[in-house]
């Protein structure tokens, strides 16, 4: 507990003293120097999620980066273990990359400031017309080029078997035409979710080939999110597959 604490306060630490490169980020957006920003905020944002990883001790091995897009919008959808999955792609994705995040976060202090500058989008659930228009952003935002990270999940494995990807998480995909970068995370659950304490562990990020959604019919689109999760957990311990009995089929090559 006493690990958990002072790995804690460190964190705190450093984001308040990220409150110039903060700055320096808003001055950039506000000269329209936009890619000067985007570079600012994604080495600040992967050196210290780097740095929430290295505090539990913990180990990271990454493989297939050479199937993340070099150009153009994609959106990444993979399983979600735990807490520490954003802060391993944050880390470890080699580009750019946003969240759809829970609107209640903006009221937690220059970390929702950060977000906005990585292009974060917010969402309140509660409020269908809030959720539309959001949802509306998210499109936009793949389309501008900064990719964003599904869970289609909807909630935190922790440690237990992957559950049924939700087919409306794929609409920002199809609307967007953005090609989907299945991810898969193993690891992340051992972190803080197993004991409740910030434990150390081995984390595996696995990045599959891209999957082109521009141009499917309605019955290719209903085949897709069987097709991504089989794949996510193609690279997952047997104990993290959910039985199922659907089938991958009229997918387009």
Not at 40 to 58: D, F, P, Q, Y
Not at 191 to 219: M, Q, Y
Request: contains cysteine; aromatic residues 8%; charged residues 25%.
């Amino acid at each position: 507990m006493l690990h958990t604490i002072i790995a804690f306060f460190k964190f705190a630490f450093y984001l308040i003293g990220s409150r110039a490169h903060l700055k320096a980020a808003a001055r950039l957006g506000a000269e329209g120097k936009i890619a000067e920003r985007d570079a600012l905020v994604k080495e600040k944002v992967a050196e210290w999620t780097k740095m929430v990883i290295g505090l539990s001790g913990s180990t990271v091995e990454v493989r297939g980066m050479e199937h993340i897009p070099e150009s153009g919008p994609f959106v990444m959808v993979g399983n979600h273990q735990g807490y520490m999955d954003i802060p391993l792609l944050l880390g470890y994705v080699p580009k750019s990359i946003a969240f759809i995040s829970k609107i209640e976060v903006l009221k937690v202090p220059l970390l929702s400031d950060w977000m906005k500058h990585m292009q974060c989008v917010f969402m309140d659930r509660k409020d269908r017309r809030q959720s539309v228009e959001a949802m509306s952003e998210a499109v936009n935002t793949v389309r501008r080029g900064y990719p964003l990270v599904i869970f289609p999940e909807g909630t935190r494995s922790k440690g237990g078997p992957v559950a049924e990807f939700k087919a409306g998480s794929f609409k920002l995909a199809y609307r967007s035409e953005a090609p989907i970068v299945p991810f898969t995370i193993d690891g992340t659950w051992r972190l803080w979710e197993e004991h409740k304490s910030l434990r150390k562990g081995h984390l595996i990020l696995t990045i599959h080939p891209p999957v082109p959604t521009a141009g499917l019919t309605k019955e290719e689109q209903s085949a897709i999110p069987v097709l991504i999760q089989k794949t996510v957990e193609s690279a997952l311990p047997k104990e993290h597959i959910r039985e199922t009995k659907a089938s991958v089929k009229n997918i387009k090559n």
